[in-house]
């Protein structure tokens, strides 16, 4: 790690006026909130909390900053609160509230719409809202199995995802997905398979694409004989997943993947909801790796995580299937939608955050500066506990040798010990993940990932 960089000089409390929110929270209020992936108990007795945000920090409410090192939750490449996020949302809310999505429409959406095609490979032209990961997900799911009934192959209703995948937490994301914690309290969800994971051993600490692997892909021929092709609707992947711990592909694996779909008639699904839009140092992970699917989702970047917003973008195909099936014209072709999917104050934050990131050329910065970035997360090979280390574009892995009898508790110590040096980093598993703004400096990187050294050498 460099020497010259003081680790955390912005995280000292500063004497400010009082901040919105700073008033003690009471215990009632504390159990009234039923928190999303989060030790409820834990955090009640210590809670974490944001007041503000601006740049690439965040602000507590006793008043100290704290470099967000994952980009909200992925989410605001763009930094925290943008001006021109703010202005576009703020005259939407007070011109058009909200309006019906159902029969009827607003001008927003058609253009968000036709920028996401413009964004997004050749080939995918239609682009269907949601307002979250998850419900993206859902949707492909959805629309893959009712573009083959549309096409009288009904039986292609089966799913292949992958073992430490993640495509969210409605029931078709768990079922596709592959992280057995998501999934064990819940029971059967849709009819899935999976092919495996691609971390391999001999590919520890890997820079960027791993070497070997791709041969992995050729399990999914496996299972097609397993199950027959004629019962397989999707095979649903992340380009580089990203929860489950930044396990980018190795070279040629999505190739395969690709080629064995088109082989057996089987849609290829991309969930780009954390690839998508810049994070790869490309506009989406399928124009970074070379390979376009029938179906891509969206969401989180989409917006800069300002409002909630999700999109699938399917082929051409696809959607006049649809339409081709639909009956007279007055008819719903595809029953299925959400009362905020295009949502008129989420397709102005996302106009506005599209249109910042392309005024700003981010995606080549973060390509630019991806090099600078994996030098320094790859500092820290070496460093206590540390047993792997992955990296892709601005998004980085850690994984950490487990604590005797509990393997999830070295990422959480360790989340502590950097929030306490005023560093935000997310934990999961036996891995903690790193995401930093696509506007951050190379300064600030050193400083985050020297803290991030530093409290390894603490951890017990």
């Not at 391999?200 to 791709?214: I, Q, T, V, W, Y």
């Not at 580089?240 to 396990?247: A, E, F, R």
């Not at 009362?339 to 995606?363: F, I, K, N, R």
């Not at 951050?440 to 603490?458: K, Y």
Request: proline letters at 6%; aromatic letters at 10%.
């Amino acid at each position: 790690m460099p020497d010259n960089v003081e680790s955390h000089p912005e995280t000292q409390a500063e004497t400010q006026p009082e901040l919105q929110g700073s008033s003690v929270l009471s215990a009632e209020e504390l159990r009234a909130h039923w928190m999303p992936f989060t030790g409820n108990r834990q955090f009640k007795r210590s809670p974490r909390l944001f007041a503000s945000a601006e740049g690439v920090y965040y602000t507590t409410v006793d008043g100290r900053k704290v470099f967000d090192g994952l980009s909200g939750l992925w989410t605001c490449g763009l930094g925290h609160c943008r001006p021109e996020i703010s202005e576009a949302v703020s005259k939407q809310i007070a011109t058009l509230d909200y309006s019906p999505g159902f029969q009827y429409g607003h001008p927003l959406s058609f253009k968000l719409a036709h920028k996401v095609v413009e964004l997004t490979p050749a080939g995918l032209d239609q682009v269907f809202f949601t307002d979250s990961g998850s419900e993206t997900i859902d949707t492909a799911l959805k629309m893959a199995r009712g573009y083959w009934r549309s096409r009288g192959m009904p039986g292609k209703s089966k799913f292949i995802g992958r073992i430490k995948g993640y495509h969210g937490v409605n029931y078709g994301g768990i079922g596709v997905g592959g992280i057995g914690f998501n999934r064990k309290l819940f029971g059967q969800s849709v009819d899935a398979d999976h092919i495996p994971h691609t971390v391999l051993p001999e590919n520890d600490f890997s820079r960027g694409m791993p070497e070997k692997g791709a041969h992995l892909a050729d399990e999914l021929e496996e299972l097609v004989l397993l199950h027959d092709a004629s019962n397989i609707a999707a095979v649903v992947v992340e380009p580089m997943s990203g929860t489950s711990g930044v396990l980018p592909p190795p070279k040629g694996y999505l190739n395969r993947l690709r080629e064995i779909c088109d082989k057996h008639n089987i849609l290829l699904i991309f969930d780009e909801v954390i690839t998508g839009l810049g994070r790869m140092g490309s506009l989406t992970g399928a124009e970074e790796f070379g390979v376009t699917p029938d179906i891509m989702t969206l969401a989180k970047q989409i917006t800069n995580g300002a409002q909630p917003l999700g999109a699938v973008v399917t082929k051409t195909d696809i959607y006049d299937t649809f339409m081709d099936q639909g009956g007279p014209d007055y008819m719903v072709e595809f029953p299925h939608g959400y009362t905020y999917s295009a949502h008129p104050v989420a397709c102005a934050a996302g106009l506005a955050a599209l249109d910042v990131l392309e005024m700003e050329e981010l995606p080549q910065r973060v390509k630019s500066m991806s090099a600078y970035f994996e030098n320094a997360v790859h500092q820290l090979k070496g460093a206590p506990y540390v047993k792997d280390i992955r990296n892709y574009g601005f998004a980085a892995g850690v994984s950490l040798e487990h604590y005797p009898g509990e393997p999830l508790r070295r990422p959480f110590e360790l989340g502590l010990k950097c929030f306490d040096k005023g560093f935000y980093i997310r934990w999961g598993a036996d891995t903690v993940q790193l995401a930093p703004a696509f506007v951050v400096t190379e300064q600030q990187i050193d400083s985050f990932i020297n803290a991030v050294g530093e409290s390894l050498h603490e951890l017990p």
